[in-house]
């Protein structure tokens, strides 16, 4: 009987050549997305990006310069379309989560709603979707960070929006509760089955969250892709560096091989001549012995981080299961233990987005 109160038909998004300047500084570029119903879209990008921005075009709340963007088939905006902001059946949970701290929880959540619909039923139908049946006589202040944000969430979810837009939602918690936090909600996002697209500039929270992720670099996405073929396949180095731990080593490739500081790497496509090769951390391995120097060691319980200097070439971080098995000082080999992996062109030859020098 709750999910029927709240039911929703998931929504499409589609953006098409959207651009957005705020005076002279151009903030979207020629922004193309497509969000699947049920879908759950990260937008992945550091700070200054034009995330947020985008996030806000699509909720009506930024008028863009050029572009069209439609929501479930309906252009809402375009060249001779705009539609209100409370007309295009979207949710949106801000970053600060923007309750009202003299209204009630309950008043927070029926605030969106039509006065018609503003019945104490549809309030709790709502309230019990985010688990805080009970508490809408309770104000925002008595409760937690992480009931605070479940708050906004159903005041987002309550009128029954096609489209749910989350910018930064988990910013401000704490990081043990951040990660408690993001799985309730990944697992109400997919119980609602609500079309979602959220902004963050943490890889984690993309890659856990995320069907798929897009990430942002000065106005423009330069690449989305599910999150496993985002860490396997980043289109450039910074994109490679950005989503995670990321070596990259110069090399001299010949076919499917290039030949690297640490050895014969296998490469995911043949080329010949220099190239710069992905090798992530957990891709490498350690043997006792030889001319490579263990400068630093971080322990993370579950893993360890060594970070280890190349005797012809950079520092270079591997990560391995379990507790240390070497000490700083100790002399080493590393040799990768990866599939075939990436390449890009050799130093200075630019592709797609910025470049990350290791």
């Not at 499917?256 to 957990?282: C, K, N, S, Y």
Request: proline share 7%; net charge negative; hydrophobic share 40%.
């Amino acid at each position: 009987m709750v999910r029927s109160m709240l039911s929703v038909e998931p929504g499409t998004i589609t953006v098409t050549g959207l651009d957005k300047s705020f005076g002279q500084h151009p903030v979207l570029r020629g922004i193309d997305l497509h969000v699947a119903p049920r879908t759950v879209v990260a937008l992945l990008g550091p700070s200054g990006c034009g995330k947020t921005t985008l996030l806000r075009t699509i909720a009506g709340l930024e008028r863009p310069d050029h572009g069209s963007i439609e929501v479930s088939g309906g252009v809402v905006v375009g060249p001779s379309a705009w539609v209100a902001p409370e007309r295009r059946r979207i949710g949106m949970v801000f970053q600060d989560w923007a309750l009202f701290p003299h209204l009630d929880v309950a008043g927070n959540v029926g605030y969106g709603l039509p006065r018609k619909q503003r019945t104490a039923e549809r309030i709790e139908a709502a309230l019990e979707i985010v688990d805080l049946g009970g508490l809408a006589k309770r104000m925002p202040g008595t409760l937690s960070g992480g009931q605070q944000q479940r708050v906004a969430l159903a005041r987002a979810i309550a009128p029954g929006p096609s489209v749910l837009l989350l910018d930064e939602p988990f910013s401000n918690l704490d990081s043990s509760l951040r990660v408690q936090v993001r799985s309730e909600i990944h697992q109400l996002l997919v119980e609602v089955g609500v079309t979602t697209v959220f902004v963050t500039h943490d890889q984690d929270e993309a890659f856990v969250l995320g069907d798929e992720v897009a990430v942002m670099f000065e106005g423009q996405i330069v690449q989305i892709a599910k999150p496993a073929d985002l860490y396997a396949h980043p289109a450039t180095p910074w994109v490679a560096g950005f989503v995670g731990d990321a070596n990259l080593l110069d090399g001299s490739a010949d076919g499917d091989v290039a030949r690297t500081a640490i050895g014969a790497v296998p490469l995911l496509t043949a080329t010949h001549g220099a190239v710069t090769v992905l090798l992530r951390p957990e891709e490498l391995r350690l043997t006792p012995g030889g001319d490579t120097i263990v400068e630093l060691i971080e322990y993370y319980g579950h893993d360890t981080i060594y970070l280890v200097q190349l005797a012809m070439g950079p520092l270079v971080r591997v990560r391995v299961g379990g507790a240390p098995q070497h000490r700083r000082g100790d002399l080493v080999t590393v040799a990768y233990a990866g599939p075939p992996t990436v390449w890009y062109p050799e130093r200075g030859v630019e592709t797609r987005g910025p470049r990350l020098s290791p």
